[in-house]
Nanobody, 119 residues
Framework: QVQLVESGGGWIQPGGSLRLSCTAS????????MGWYRQLPGKARELVAR???????YYVEAVKGRFTISRDAATNSVFLQMNALKTDDTGGYYCNTVPGMIIGSRAYWGQGTQVTVSS
């Protein structure tokens, strides 16, 4: 069964930190590059960080130096440590394979987790 479950979002003041977690079903996690995507208000969903099964990492410029992606094969989990958060980071955060999964000709996404950065 395909499963992506994100957690860890919430409200945080600018400059604060949050750690997002995503648990995937083993068949998704095992051999795929995993990524964290975000959808900012009024914008399309975008990939912000990805990690290969061998832990090679990539970040978009907007989060480089502030966000850290990691994965744990023992728990089929992907994490996103977010530091020095800015109001511009506010949005819905989703994990998925890179590229994203297509099931039955439709894009598959979990429910995501909301991050709100505000004073």
């Amino acid at each position: 069964q395909v499963q992506l479950v994100e957690s860890g979002g919430g409200w945080i003041q600018p400059g604060g930190s949050l750690r997002l977690s995503c648990t995937a079903s083993e068949d998704i996690f095992r051999s795929n590059t995993m990524g964290w995507y975000r959808q900012l208000p009024g914008k399309a969903r975008e990939l912000v960080a990805r990690i290969t099964p061998g832990s090679i990492k990539y970040y978009v410029e907007a989060v480089k130096g502030r966000f850290t992606i990691s994965r744990d094969a023992a728990t089929n989990s992907v994490f996103l440590q977010m530091n020095a958060l800015k109001t511009d980071d506010t949005g819905g955060y989703y994990c998925n394979t890179v590229p994203g999964m297509i099931i039955g000709s439709r894009a598959y996404w979990g429910q995501g987790t909301q991050v709100t950065v505000s004073s």
